[in-house]
């Protein structure tokens, strides 16, 4: 049984992972990489978690030990940044259940061309567990047709072919969040949010079909812009619609509630990937409801959720240039690097125990 911590008191790309930076400027091609203006001071946003409703997900133990969690989608995925939130509050939570994460998200995918490049992505990571999440990268980016016809038939094969490997026990498909409605009018120009509900619910749908659990993000995303435009302080969404950073915390929320994570959970573990301050700004909008953290805890946290964001920039390296490059590192040492990624990791969950 798991146990819970306890308290004590792919060629732009390459440029960027050689000089390796980090953040949004590994958030993929069709991410945003400028910073936010500075603003008046931020204001928490009011409050639009919806107490008495159950999650759009059935309870149960959707991770268990020694469980290798990948994650496969479009852009949204490879920002990196809510799975790596996501990531951390299992870690911390579950820090002695020998838990693996791995991020297979690359900026233009779809499902059809993440079953094509599956084979060698499942080869790394061995996936036990497989969070599935399509569709926001082909709305939010002009360059993409759009897509909504079909949508929940090419999902559906990947899904059958993930289904047929023999390890993973589990597949959770993931709708795709809003986007950010125009700050003031409320309006969706484009109607991009009409379509991502399209997509959702073929997702839903898809998931349905083959008795997969569906995990919802766009109707509580929608919400939280909403209220987001009412408050105070920098925007939840970039100026293309992709979403911050903060936002990528609050759809790992939404993950967390979804596979049967309780707001104690995260409490007893401090999750606060952020800083103090941005934390503050989003914790009512959390899908749980969570307490402020101690400061001490806080940079525990943090510094947990920047090692795995550290190891997620090694293996899509390790994946998407180790078996393609003629020069530089070889494969070997590509793997190796990756792997004292994660020993560092390891080394913070020691603070944990």
Known sequence: MMQTTRRPTDWLWVVSLFFGLIGVGLAGLGSPTTTLAAGPPDEPIESVIQRDAAPDAERGPAIQPGDRVLFIGDGLTQQMFYTRAT???????YHDAGLRFFNGGIDGASPETAAESLDELVELSDPTVVFVCFGFGAVISPSTPTVAEGFGDSLGGLLDRL?????????????????????GDGTDPGGKNARLASLSKAARHTAADRGMLFIDLFDHTLSVYHAANLSVGEPLAHARGWPTEAAHVVIASV?????????????QADWSPLRPVEMRRIRQVLALPLDPVDLDRAELSRSLYQAVGRFDERFFRLWRLGSRRTTGLPPAQLEADTEAAWGLIQSHLGEYR
């Open 163 to 183: 289904a047929t490997l023999a390890k993973v026990r589990r597949v959770i498909v993931l709708g795709p969040p809003a986007v950010a409605v125009r700050v």
């Open 87 to 93: 990531a951390a509050a299992l870690l911390s939570v």
């Open 255 to 267: 993950i967390l509630r979804g596979i049967g994570i309780e707001a104690a959970d995260l409490n």
